[in-house]
């Protein structure tokens, strides 16, 4: 007897866009599995930001379903959604304050009130990263691109997300501290119940990260759109 397929985290079928009347992505259908890992693949300009933003229920369906765990997006309430299916945006939005301001503010949320804050997790995470544990006294207006982007990936990382849905995640980062962040998000998906979508324009990394890969061309041609598993 084979074992089953379990059932995917993330599931969306029929997804299409346009953008000023030029189609994107065309009847788009993906599943993401617990500890899989999809590299989003295509030139600039296909629409693999707007697929993320999709996926993460930041743009609105032109057409299709997205499902979390089976259920449709759109009858979970978003901020709930948005907590278990979480964006990296290439550039993301700081606020003011310190780092560690930045980490604690969304423990706040009504959202994540069964959540607690662990400053020692957060230090543990930026050394993990590469940096001091000192990093959470600085000011968030001082920060270099790189620098905001750490934050943003440890605060998603505190707030344990489902699924994370990561946008060029570590574009503005030297190489080593890109694959320190590899490395801890690896041993993040190692924990059952969680996988990741990362767009990411280096062939390199997306060959060390991705279980399975999306070419956004290839679904702009109807029913070719499909994950696939790359060779182990
Ligand atoms: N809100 C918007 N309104 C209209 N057009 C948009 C909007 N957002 C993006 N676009 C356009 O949609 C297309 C796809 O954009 P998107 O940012 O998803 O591409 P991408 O594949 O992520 O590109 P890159 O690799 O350069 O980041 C682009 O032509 C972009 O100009």
New binding site residues.
């Given amino acids: 007897m084979t074992a089953e397929a379990p059932v995917p985290l993330l599931r969306a079928e029929g997804l299409s866009r346009h ?2 009347g030029r189609p ?1 992505w065309q009847r788009l259908r993906l599943e993401l599995r617990e500890s899989e890992r999809l590299a989003v693949v ?10 993320l933003r999709a996926l993460a229920g930041l743009d609105v369906l032109e057409h299709g379903v997205v499902y979390l765990d089976e259920r449709p997006q759109t009858r979970w309430a978003m901020p709930d959604f948005r907590s278990r299916v979480m964006y990296l945006p ?1 550039r993301p939005a700081l606020g003011t304050g310190t780092v560690l301001d930045e980490l604690r503010q969304p423990f706040s949320l009504k959202v994540h009130a069964g959540k607690q804050f662990n400053k020692a997790r957060a230090a543990e995470l930026l050394v993990a990263l590469g940096r001091p544990a000192s990093f959470l006294t600085l000011n968030l207006s001082t920060l270099s691109g790189g620098e905001q982007q750490t934050v943003a990936l440890i605060r998603a990382l505190l707030l344990d997300p489902a699924v994370l849905l990561l946008d ?1 995640a570590t574009a503005s980062l030297d190489p080593e501290a890109a694959r320190l962040a590899e490395a801890e998000l690896l041993r993040w998906n190692e924990v059952p119940g969680r996988a990741l979508i990362w ?1 990411s ?1 280096d062939p390199a990394q997306r060959e060390r990260i991705a279980t399975h890969h999306l070419d956004i061309q290839r679904v702009s041609v109807p029913a070719q759109a499909t994950t696939e598993r790359l060779p182990a």
């Fill in positions: 953008v000023e994107l295509g030139p600039s300009g296909s629409g693999k930001t707007l697929l290439q060029e767009v324009h």
